[in-house]
């Protein structure tokens, strides 16, 4: 039993309560930044202590820091947002909460692992797999990727920073973008993919994304970057089918332009974007090993069967 104290930012949500369930089953105290007192109770059934703020409570942010060993930061200022913020402020309050983090933390070398994404790098002109030090996209569905580089920068401040990678589909245990394309597909009463659909895709199990950010506070390295992927040969038209397989409804082709009109154009990017991310390094490098169902098992047999 570890006995270290970890703060957490984002420990109420989908991704950040199964970091904290495995952090505490470790051995690690957790205390976790808690906005409402319906994530207080989250919190708390978590294991976990909850501290109240928010991302813009800069005080309690740096105060926080500075007392743990260990800071995960996985609070997205878009999350419950989508559609009402441009994402500049997203980028603006995330650089004020990770500078703050990083008062609490300077010239400590203690951990701070943040959260970005496997979007952020461009697609691979062959369609073979991209890494790490891929070439960044000139046309990301957003600019998460400032955010990264702002974060990694504190690393010049004495900080271990590094900066694990999420692919496009989290899943398991019934929740995040399935659960959500599932609801949105209901209501539409049926479930489409984009022209053919052909595009491969980057998915995890979310245990397994769990597992790497406690591995990468352990291991990493200063200004080191994971791609958090076990898997990157689905294709969209794959999960759409066994999405619509288990949610009973039926399937068909959309063009581009159409998806659009009923969807919107990031939602419709996010359906069509290819993002064929390896997970190599995190295996070689940390001892990483995904063990979660795959993704078209857990769709049509596990997590989201109705069943």
């Avoid at 808690?34 to 202590?49: F, M, P, Q």
């Avoid at 990493?220 to 288990?246: C, K, M, W, Y």
Wanted: negative net charge; aromatic residues 6%; charged residues 20%.
């Amino acid at each position: 039993m570890t006995g270290q104290r970890i703060f957490m930012t984002g420990a109420s949500g989908y991704i950040g309560s199964v970091v904290a369930q495995q952090a505490i089953q470790q051995g690690y105290n957790v205390c976790a930044l808690s906005r409402t007192e319906r994530s207080d109770e989250k919190i708390r059934n978590l294991g976990a202590t909850p501290v109240r703020g928010g991302l813009q409570s800069y005080a309690v942010l740096l105060e926080q820091s500075a007392q743990a060993d260990i800071v995960f930061h996985l609070a997205d200022a878009w999350a419950g947002n989508f559609g009402k913020m441009e994402y500049d402020e997203v980028v603006r309050i995330d650089v004020g909460a990770v500078d703050a983090i990083g008062e609490g933390l300077k010239g400590t070398s203690k951990p701070l692992v943040i959260t970005s994404g496997t979007l952020v790098v461009a697609a691979h002109p062959d369609g073979l797999e991209t890494d790490e030090e891929s070439a960044i996209s000139e046309k990301p569905l957003n600019d998460r990727i400032k955010s990264e580089q702002h974060a990694l920068g504190l690393c010049s401040q004495g900080i271990n920073v590094s900066a694990i990678r999420l692919p496009p589909w989290v899943y398991g245990h019934g929740g995040s973008g399935v659960r959500l394309f599932m609801a949105m597909f209901t209501d539409m009463k049926e479930v489409f993919y984009v022209d053919q659909g052909s595009a491969p895709t980057s998915v995890v199990h979310v245990d397994d994304a769990a597992q790497l950010y406690l591995l990468a506070a352990k291991k990493a390295q200063p200004g080191d970057i994971f791609n958090a992927v076990s898997s990157n040969t689905v294709t969209a038209r794959e999960l759409a089918t066994a999405i619509a397989h288990t949610a009973c409804l039926p399937l068909q082709p959309l063009s581009f332009d159409e998806a659009t009109s009923r969807v919107g154009e990031f939602m419709a990017s996010f359906l069509s974007v290819e993002n064929r991310a390896s997970g190599k390094k995190a295996r070689e490098t940390l001892g990483w090993e995904p063990r979660g169902p795959t993704v078209m098992n857990d769709i049509k047999n596990g997590s989201y069967s109705k069943r």
